[in-house]
Structure formats: C-alpha cells, structure tokens
C-alpha cells in the first residue's frame, strides 16, 4: 500500500473545482508532498469484524463490502512504547503504519493541515497494481 500527503489548500472547494491542465500542474507544483509504503500491511488487528490486515486490502482492491460504496484514508497518532506513532486508516479499519522513518516528520508539522491525496494498493505480484482514489 502507498500513501501519499499533501498539504490541504486554503479553500476546501478548490480541491473539487475542475481545473485546466496548466492550472493542475501549477497546484501541484505549490504542493508539498510525502510518499510511503505502509507498514504493517501483513499483520492482524486485535479486534473488530475484519482482523486480516490482507483481507481488508483485498477487499478495497476489489471494490468488495464495506468499501463498495466508498472510502477514505487517514492516519490517526499514537503511542507505542511510548514513543509516536500512526495508525493508516480506511474508512473504520487499520490497514498499516506509517513507516518509522516518516514520524519526525509528521511530528514536525503535526500543526498543519494535510490530507491523503491518494493511495494505492499494490501486491500479487506485477499483475495487481490498482489505483484508488
């Protein structure tokens, strides 16, 4: 799974605002951006209806129930050992980490406003790469 942050813009509504090519390529360039592969993918949650961390990836990738009618990505702080760290949520169901390497930096700028721009689910080999938005 690959995640990719980007800071929001000032206006919500720009972001479903059709824009011209030139226009999308200068927004893009004023973005600050950070791409990771999640961690974890491969291990199970404590608790909840779908435990496979597998099964939940699968079932986005096949537009499956529960995320037939939609989803949405986050990452939610925290501790492990004391020390920070991030949950990579969809919809309700932890898929991963946030890799160890990246929390200085979201720890860095915790006080600004970012979304996950887009994130993708890969595995299975080079014949399952699929975008989803």
């Known amino acids: 799974m690959l995640i990719s942050l980007a800071r929001q813009p000032s206006d919500p509504a720009a972001v479903d605002s059709p824009r011209s090519c030139a226009a999308t390529i200068a927004a893009a360039a004023n973005k600050k951006t950070i791409t990771f592969d999640v961690a974890g ?49 969809v919809n309700d169901y932890i898929v991963g980490n946030v890799p160890k390497g990246f929390i200085p930096y979201l720890e860095k700028n915790a006080g600004r406003p970012y979304i996950v721009e887009y994130f993708k689910v890969h595995g299975g080999g080079k014949k399952n790469i699929m975008v989803l938005k």
Request: aromatic share 18%; proline share 6%.
């Open 41 to 89: 993918v491969t291990f199970n949650n404590e608790s909840g209806r779908l435990r496979s961390r597998q099964t939940i990836l699968k079932k986005i990738s096949f537009c499956d129930p529960p995320f037939d009618s939609g989803y949405a990505a986050r990452l939610e702080r925290y501790l492990y050992n004391d020390e920070p760290a991030y949950y990579v949520y």
